[in-house]
């Protein structure tokens, strides 16, 4: 018996086994909408970019959570995960920094094709290597979020106390002060993380995902 | 006001944003045991090795096709998708065998706390690369699956020719011919891919999943 499986299948290797049959899965198709059709939403990269301090991973973590309660099927990427794993052999060079990037875009590409809405939080401060992350998708799979909040907030904030370090010279090349942050010039959505409020925040960027479809309007 | 998230929430960068309210999601903890829960399965990593041509695409493909039918978040990581991207800037030498496979259990890393269960297909020949993938996560989570079709039977197959090129010295360093696959001492499964047929192969698999709780048995 031969397996005769649909154009463009994943499965045309089937014949390898010789014994396949024509059970439902020979035909299945288990693609980024068959997924999308299943869980009851479309996937999307929220990739979100901003000075160190600018509050970009509570933002994707807050709006993970408001997503998760929805019952979404969601992940954030970030340095906690991705800096000591897949990240671990690179260190802080032009080059090193330009190939996290890259990375980080690749794996949001695997998890935007898994169904997934994937949420990014890295500073990645220069144009070329987000607009590459962006070239990797189709034109609206890619949400670039900035979390613009000014300098002079981030280095009031400096939960991580990198500013003071990078002013005394102890951290080299630190995006704001000794290496630039090239501003976003066409974001999806620019969000003054300081002056809103996380809720406000979370509410904004809920609101673009909903008129540009990821999201179902909720009644009130 | 002040945010006090749970001792190990992920938002405890919530006081950055100052403005934080006691909203629900500012207490939610949205890690793998939560997404487990919502999504009524555990996730895994389901790591196939074996010769080329042994079938591990195949039975990973129509693996993943039974599972989505079940309803449960998969994912196939293969070198359709991993090779032209994530590891694009690889080639073959040992020390970019031995990376590619690092990045690879990474990432399995990664789809496994966002929940899904993810499975791989390489060739992935040395036990060593394949313990340190393994180490990666807890013991349990991961399930060695050794197709374990003969030399025999792969070269008989040779889908893409690579036997013939490697038989006649156009590919170096090719697994069976030049170079070795160390076999898996004690995978969680090994399935004779050469004799089983797909359907067969599927059920072994699927036997393994249910008795490690990772998939409840249906009824007949």
């Given at each position: 018996m031969t397996a005769t499986p649909a154009?463009?299948?994943?499965?045309?290797?089937?014949?390898?086994?010789?014994?396949?049959?024509?059970?439902?899965w020979h035909e299945a198709t288990v693609d980024r909408a068959a997924r999308a059709q299943q869980r009851g939403h479309r996937s999307a990269i929220l990739w979100f970019t901003g000075l160190?301090?600018?509050g970009k991973s509570t933002l994707a973590n807050a709006l993970n959570a408001e997503l998760f309660q929805r019952g979404l099927a969601t992940y954030v990427l970030d340095g906690d995960n991705?800096?000591?794993?897949?990240?671990?052999?690179?260190?802080?060079?032009d080059a090193d920094r330009v190939e996290n990037i890259r990375r980080i875009g690749e794996v949001s590409k695997l998890f935007l094709d898994a169904g997934v809405i994937v949420l990014t939080a890295f500073v990645s401060p220069f144009r070329a290597d987000r607009d590459r992350a962006r070239a990797?998708?189709?034109?609206?799979d890619f949400f670039e979020i900035h979390c613009a909040a000014d300098l002079g907030v981030c280095e009031g904030r400096d939960p991580k106390g990198l500013y003071a370090k990078a002013r005394a010279g102890v951290?080299?090349?630190?995006?704001g002060i000794s290496s630039p942050y090239e501003v976003?010039?066409?974001?999806?959505l620019r969000v003054d993380t300081g002056a809103l409020s996380l809720e406000e925040s979370v509410a904004a960027v809920v609101a673009l995902l909903e008129a540009r479809g990821v999201l179902q309007r909720l009644e009130a």
């Open positions: 154009a463009g299948s994943p499965y045309g290797a089937l014949t390898d086994q010789g014994a396949a049959t024509n059970i439902a160190s301090g600018s991705i800096r000591h794993g897949l990240c671990s052999d690179l260190g802080f060079t990797l998708v189709e034109a609206g951290i080299k090349d630190f995006t976003p010039e066409a974001p999806e």
